[in-house]
C-alpha cells in the first residue's frame, strides 16, 4: 500500500538547478527517515543526501554546498534542491523512506522508482 513517487529529473546544462520530488503516499503511521541516492552506469548506488526525524541532515561530500535536502511531513514529501549542477552529477536519483505502515508493528524501507537526473552541454 505504501509507494514512493520520485519527479523532478531531466536534461540541464552544467551549472543548471533541479528540484527533486519524492511524495509518500498509502498507508503510512509515521515515516523516521528520508533520503535520496543516486546510481550513475557503472556505479554503485550512493547516499546523497538525508534527513531524519528531528532534522537531522548528512550529505555526501561531493554536493555539500550546492545540495539542500528538506522535508514536509504534512505531506509527506521530501525535496532535494540541486545547484551548480556537474555533469559528475548525472545519475537515476532514487527516493528511500525509512516509515512504519499503518497497521503493521515493524517499519521497514522504501525505495521509489528513480528519476533521471542528466548533466551535459
Known amino acids: 500500500q505504501v509507494q514512493l513517487v520520485e519527479s523532478g529529473g531531466g536534461l540541464v546544462q552544467p551549472g543548471g538547478s533541479l528540484r527533486l520530488s519524492c511524495a509518500a503516499s498509502?498507508?503510512?503511521?509515521?515515516?523516521?527517515?528520508m533520503g535520496w541516492y543516486r546510481q550513475a552506469p557503472g556505479k554503485q548506488r550512493e547516499l546523497v543526501a538525508d534527513i531524519g526525524s528531528g532534522d537531522n541532515i548528512n550529505y555526501a561530500d561531493s554536493v555539500k554546498g550546492r545540495f539542500t535536502i528538506s522535508r514536509d511531513n504534512t505531506k509527506n514529501t521530501m525535496y532535494l534542491q540541486m545547484n551548480s549542477l556537474k555533469p559528475e552529477d548525472t545519475a537515476v536519483y532514487y527516493c528511500?523512506?525509512?516509515?512504519?505502515?499503518?497497521?503493521?508493528?515493524?517499519?521497514?524501507?522504501?525505495w521509489g522508482q528513480g528519476t533521471q537526473v542528466t548533466v551535459s552541454s
Open positions: 528511500n523512506a525509512d516509515l512504519r505502515a499503518k497497521w503493521y508493528y515493524s517499519p521497514a524501507h522504501y
Open positions: 498509502g498507508s503510512i503511521f509515521s515515516i523516521y527517515a
